[in-house]
């Protein structure tokens, strides 16, 4: 007979107003939130800390708060505040934030992650939120078949029950949306965005740099060819156009310019074990294959080595939630605004797949993300935040950045907290009561 796997150990149940699975920027912005207007609030976590992809990924920008411009001369023009900004003065405060960069036709900033991890805890800890660290949802409770009701998760200690009036998934993959059964869909008929391994390289010297190079993260077509030139003498360097950032640490760089595939040339999927496995294996060997390329061929480089790779590999795209409305690509190219919209981004299309990542720049506008992309087709009392959110392909490619998901938590906080107050589901919440509470917040949305 075939013997059951059990866990005998139980934990106590718990009980909360707003249930938020996942740390990240999202989660973040959703907890603090709906803490602040008196809701019970529990925030599970699967690492020690939080950030997801910006402190776990080592993404290190804070990508989206400002305009793409053609204009000769031109400042950035900041046009994404509320939860964002607020976060960018905490890390401001601490100093682990650097001044606005130049990215291609844009701007962005580079944080400290390790500062990003402390104002984080600070945050939660003054708002009173209740963290759960080192937990991972493993089930959904369900009321019938589609109402979400909270969560089975695993701990060190054992099982643990989590009980919520609503429950957000800010999992970055849809998690809970898969695991109760809604509808879903991973990325182009199942072709995501290339995961990347970022790392920093200490020992630059960065005023060289930025002397040979010039101040724009986007390097150039010199560094490209030197690329090229070297993968044709079989240099593991797959992909040409890269992006290299001064930190706020002195002699470092934030390096985002591997791509990473299976050892066979297949694309990966971080949602299969075996791909997120070989992305973190090649992930690692590709980093030291560029940290040699850059001390050979970089100039302000030559004595740089690797201080630190991600926690785990940079994921763009995995499971998305199937919402009531979806975010198309035309959206963002048009710069579209919505009588619903939740959210203003001005970040380019960047789609990475290939050996050159395509980006399509908004100039001098932003376009608008509706709530109902965060609102799942059927099933009740589930929310999502982040990058999981109800989008095409190319259009998640620029709506999934840092400054866009503080943005959606900071939504998605309210409308758990009105839906709670006025005893609705999230799918009857009225977007323009989102709006005011954003407004009221220093959104600047209306």
């Known amino acids: 007979m075939e013997k059951m796997a059990v866990d005998v150990r139980t934990v106590e149940d718990l009980q909360c107003d707003v249930l938020v699975i996942g740390g990240g920027a999202a989660g973040v912005a959703t907890a603090i939130t709906a803490r602040r207007q008196g809701l019970h609030v529990v925030l599970l976590e699967r690492y020690g800390f939080c950030g997801g992809g910006a402190v776990a990924g080592l993404s290190g920008t804070v990508c989206g708060l400002y305009l793409a411009t053609d204009r000769a001369g031109a400042k950035p023009e900041q046009v994404v505040f509320g939860f964002a900004e607020e976060f960018c003065k905490a890390l401001e405060a601490r100093g682990g934030l650097g001044a606005p960069l130049r990215y291609g036709k844009t701007w962005t900033r580079v944080h400290d992650p390790l500062i990003w991890r402390d104002a984080a805890d600070a945050l939660l800890i003054e708002n009173g939120v209740q963290v759960i660290y080192h937990a991972v949802a493993t089930g959904t409770l369900l009321d019938g078949k589609e109402r979400v009701e909270g969560v089975q998760a695993w701990t060190k ?39 990347t391994m970022i790392f920093r390289l200490q020992g630059v010297d960065v005023e060289r740099f930025t002397a040979a190079y010039g101040d724009d993260t986007i390097m150039g077509e010199a560094v490209s060819a030197l690329i090229r030139e070297r993968q044709s003498a079989g240099d593991d360097l797959p992909r040409t156009k890269i992006w290299l950032f001064p930190t706020t640490r002195a002699g470092e760089l934030l390096c985002n310019c591997t791509r990473i595939t299976g050892t066979d040339g297949r ?147 309210h409308a758990a907290t009105i839906a709670i107050r006025h005893g609705l589901e999230p799918r009857e919440v009225d977007p323009q009561e989102i709006r005011a509470a954003l407004e009221r917040d220093g959104a600047h949305l209306l």
Not at 160 to 186: C, P, Q
């Open 157 to 195: 200690q054992g099982s643990l029950t989590i009980r919520a009036k609503i429950t957000v998934d800010a999992s970055g993959d849809a998690d809970l949306v898969a695991m109760a059964g809604l509808d879903n869909f991973v990325g182009d008929k199942g072709r995501v965005q290339n995961p």
């Open 267 to 413: 694309e990966l999927n971080p949602l299969l074990y075996r791909d997120f496995t070989e992305a973190e294996l090649n992930g690692r060997r590709q980093v030291h294959a560029y940290a040699r390329f850059f001390r050979e061929y970089v100039t302000g480089c030559e004595n740089a080595f690797i201080n630190d790779t991600g926690v785990q590999v940079g994921v763009r795209q995995t499971r998305q939630v199937e919402g009531v409305a979806k975010l198309m690509n035309n959206d963002v190219v048009t710069a579209r605004k919505f009588s619903d919209g939740i959210a203003r981004s001005p970040w380019p299309i960047e789609l990475h797949s290939g050996a050159r990542p395509k980006v399509e720049w908004i100039l001098d506008d932003y376009y608008e993300v509706p709530y109902s992309c965060f609102v799942p087709t059927h099933g009740e009392g589930l929310l999502v935040a982040g990058r999981c959110l109800s989008a095409e392909h190319e259009a998640v490619a620029s709506a999934r950045v840092t400054a866009q998901c503080f943005s959606y938590g900071h939504a998605i906080g």
